[in-house]
């Protein structure tokens, strides 16, 4: 089945540092994967829509200058969470869909846990 | 615009139990549905989709839903609980192939020995 890895699983950083966190699709390509927050015992939030070769879409709220984006090829995408601060800590999740299966459902890597001190 | 309710936050059923996870969404056009598995730390494992056709639909580790058009409804079922389902299960609604997806805010599920 599709794969989604994402890396690293847990980062433990100091306030104000930057913190890059990757989403490989192994075994399809993807032209659009999304990131994920979530917060503790709640549901997730959509932070943006990360397109191949173009800006990412962000959603209302998010600060793009803050979580960037870069999706540079068909099974690569990266958040940059810039100058992070405790309040950044969290749970962060990408997705990605097959960009060949109309149908295809959204495909989950593992989370990465971060926690800002 | 589309959206997705959930109810019940916390689900507890004894081990070989019925479980019944509640799903009710809106949306403007016929939608797509699923439901997804999160394990602690882990992200979110696809449990079953429904997109057109058949209304029942079966997914792994014998979990089904049913799409209802009318209640607008989309509840997960087990016939038989396993200490294994313990997870929380998240229900998400898109209105197309490669449209934005929407979850509801979760159901913890507790089996009890």
């Known amino acids: 089945g599709a794969v989604v890895s994402q890396h690293p699983s847990r980062v433990i950083c100091k306030s104000g540092t930057s913190v890059k966190i990757e989403c490989r699709s192994l075994?399809?390509?993807?032209?659009?994967m999304f990131w994920y927050r979530q917060f503790p015992k709640k549901s997730l939030m959509l932070m943006a829509t990360?397109?191949?070769?173009?800006?990412?879409?962000?959603e209302q709220g998010v600060e793009k200058d803050k979580f960037l984006i870069n999706h540079a090829s068909l099974t690569l995408s990266t958040l940059t969470v810039t100058s992070a601060h405790p309040e950044d800590s969290s749970f962060y999740i990408c997705?990605?869909?097959?960009?060949?299966?109309?149908?295809?459902?959204?495909?989950f890597g593992n989370g990465t846990r971060l926690t800002v001190t | 615009a589309q959206s997705v309710t959930q109810l019940g936050s916390h689900v507890s059923v004894s081990e070989g139990a019925l479980v019944l996870l509640r799903c009710n969404y809106s949306?403007?056009?016929?939608?797509?549905l699923f439901w997804y598995v999160q394990y602690p730390n882990q992200g979110l494992q696809l449990l079953l989709k429904?997109?057109?056709?058949?209304?029942l639909v079966k997914g792994i580790n014998g979990f089904e839903a049913e799409f209802k058009k009318s209640e607008t409804s989309f509840h997960l079922t087990k016939p038989s609980a396993h200490m294994s389902d313990a997870a929380e299960y998240f229900c998400?609604?898109?209105?197309?192939?490669?449209?934005?997806?929407?979850f509801g805010t979760g159901t913890k599920l507790q089996v009890i020995p």
């Open positions: 997705s990605a869909r097959d960009a060949y299966s109309y149908n295809s459902p959204l495909h």
């Open positions: 075994d399809f390509q993807a032209t659009t």
């Open positions: 990360s397109n191949e070769g173009s800006k990412a879409t962000y």
């Open positions: 949306s403007s056009v016929p939608p797509y």
């Open positions: 429904y997109t057109t056709g058949a209304t």
């Open positions: 998400a609604v898109s209105s197309g192939g490669y449209q934005k997806v929407t």
